[in-house]
Nanobody, 126 residues
Framework: QVQLVESGGGSVQAGGSLRLSCAVFGYTYSSYCMGWFRQAPGKEREGVAVIDSDGRPSYADSVKGRFTISQDNAKAILYLQMNSLKPEDTAKYYC????????????????????WGQGTQVTVSS
């Protein structure tokens, strides 16, 4: 059974940093592509960053230069380092997985991802 378990959310002031983690259970981690998504109240879920099985990332324009997605294949853990946080980054952040895809076809589209964690809240105050 596939399980994704996020941790690391919290409350910070604008300009601060947080690191999210996602532990993966139940499948061969390297056979899948991973992503981070977020959903603010009243808004649709949106892609933040995705990474293919070789470690190549793609980012939403809104987080480029501030967020870094990475993974530890051996430990089956996905990370999201978030720096220079802004109030507009406030949302519930979700880890997601999909079967391996070529990086050039990997999209920041939540409908492409079939496995989801329960989410972790990130709140940034001004």
């Amino acid at each position: 059974q596939v399980q994704l378990v996020e941790s690391g959310g919290g409350s910070v002031q604008a300009g601060g940093s947080l690191r999210l983690s996602c532990a993966v259970f139940g499948y061969t981690y390297s056979s899948y592509c991973m992503g981070w998504f977020r959903q603010a109240p009243g808004k649709e879920r949106e892609g933040v960053a995705v990474i293919d099985s070789d470690g190549r990332p793609s980012y939403a324009d809104s987080v480029k230069g501030r967020f870094t997605i990475s993974q530890d294949n051996a430990k089956a853990i996905l990370y999201l380092q978030m720096n220079s946080l802004k109030p507009e980054d406030t949302a519930k952040y979700y880890c997601a997985a999909r079967q391996r895809q070529r990086w050039s076809l990997l999209r920041l589209d939540p409908t492409d991802f079939g496995y989801w964690g329960q989410g972790t809240q990130v709140t940034v105050s001004s």
